[in-house]
């Protein structure tokens, strides 16, 4: 019966097995907890240890997580994907400028691309707030406290002070070559608004000589032809026959539709001279004095080549009035001299037949000669 107590009393433990009292809630052995109460207490506390010690290393695997595993990933967006929205960008603006064509826009094409370099910085802007906001923020966070942690323990070494150093220099040389080249972009863009300035001013100026000189020979033929009808009773026409008639009005309409095509040409080469003048929108400073002078010098073209389509007056006016034009059109142009040289290689807008004007005045002025 004893034994039998003993035996009832007695068992094995379910972790060392080990022989233990059967009412044992804790083995002697092994140092195990039996009953549930206890084993939930025990789990409990080795979970809070467990936490404690995570806590403590939290920043050991955080570290390790983020040069193992999410390293390569940030670097992607946080340097690569940004770096092809520059380039897209800067090929946009490129490919812009190229194909730029528009002189007579209301807006410049310099600030264009500063609207384009505006919105690809709004656009960079963008895109690290909302997709790389958090992955800088854990970069920092960790890079804080790798720092601090590893400055209590070792210093940096030789060869990541080398390597910081390599970042800075490249970076420090970066900006230099991006500040070159912005400022030998916008040295190349002033050159090419003077060289652009300078094609259409001395356009203009070819264009209102050879319409003063042009319309010079054509009223001096109207001339010719008006001073014959009324003292010599005899003009030529439109044909150029020399006929009689004592109308003067009418010698005069002869010899406006006789020179009707070359008239039209001076027109298109005076509208040439507006559209030349709306291109000058940006004028360089050392350009500003001739500018109004070659402004100016448009409407006396313009009213030159209106006399010619609609002579008016009587003969003494209409000789002071083509005298007066041309020396005004000539002491107008004067000044631009010294900044906007005559080339012999610059062609006008359009072509003047000046052998035909000079036949047809040389037949005319034959009719006053006594």
């Given amino acids: 019966m004893t034994e039998n107590n003993l035996q009832q009393e007695t068992k094995a433990c379910p972790y060392c097995h080990e022989t233990i009292i059967a009412s044992a809630i804790k083995c002697r052995y092994c140092g195990e907890w039996l009953d549930d109460a206890h084993k939930k207490g025990e789990v409990q506390k080795n979970n809070c240890s467990f936490s404690t010690e995570r806590k403590q290393n939290a920043f050991q695997t ?13 670097l992607k967006k946080t340097v690569l994907v940004p770096l092809f929205i520059i380039i897209l960008f800067a090929l946009f603006s490129w490919i812009f400028h190229i194909n730029y064509d528009y002189p007579d826009l209301w807006i410049d094409e310099e600030v264009i691309q500063c609207g384009i370099s505006a919105v690809g910085l709004v656009f960079l802007l963008l895109y690290f707030i909302i997709f790389c906001r958090k992955d800088i923020s854990v970069y920092l966070a960790n890079r804080k406290q790798y720092k601090k942690k590893k400055n209590k323990t070792i210093n940096i070494s030789s060869t990541k002070k080398t390597k910081k150093f390599l970042q800075y220099f490249i970076s420090i040389l970066l900006l230099i070559l991006c500040s ?20 259409n001013a001395t356009l203009i100026k070819v264009d209102a000589k050879n319409i003063a000189l042009a319309a010079h020979i054509i009223l001096s033929d109207y001339y010719n032809n008006w001073h014959s009808a009324i003292w010599n009773k005899k ?90 034009l041309e020396s005004e059109i000539n002491s107008i142009l004067s000044p631009t001299d010294a900044l906007i040289p005559e080339t012999p290689n610059t062609k006008p807008d359009v072509d003047i037949s000046f052998l035909e004007l000079y036949q047809g005045l040389s037949k005319s002025e034959k009719l006053n000669k006594k």
């Fill in 62 to 74: 955080d570290t390790t997580l983020y040069t193992n595993a999410t390293k390569n990933k940030i």
């Fill in 180 to 199: 070159i080249g912005t400022l030998m972009y916008l040295q190349k863009q002033k050159e090419k608004k003077e060289e652009a300035y300078i094609h």
């Fill in 235 to 324: 003009s030529y026409n439109a044909s150029m026959e020399l006929v009689r008639t004592a109308d003067f009005s009418e010698a005069v309409d002869w010899r406006v539709l006789y020179y009707s095509e070359m008239i039209r040409d001076l027109e298109t080469m005076n509208d040439s001279i507006a559209s030349h003048l709306k291109r000058m929108v940006d004028i360089p400073e050392k350009y500003q004095p001739i500018d109004a002078p070659l402004r100016e010098v448009y409407g006396k073209t313009k009213e030159m080549v209106s006399l010619c389509r609609y002579p008016s007056g009587n003969l003494f006016e209409f000789s002071n009035k083509i005298n007066s």
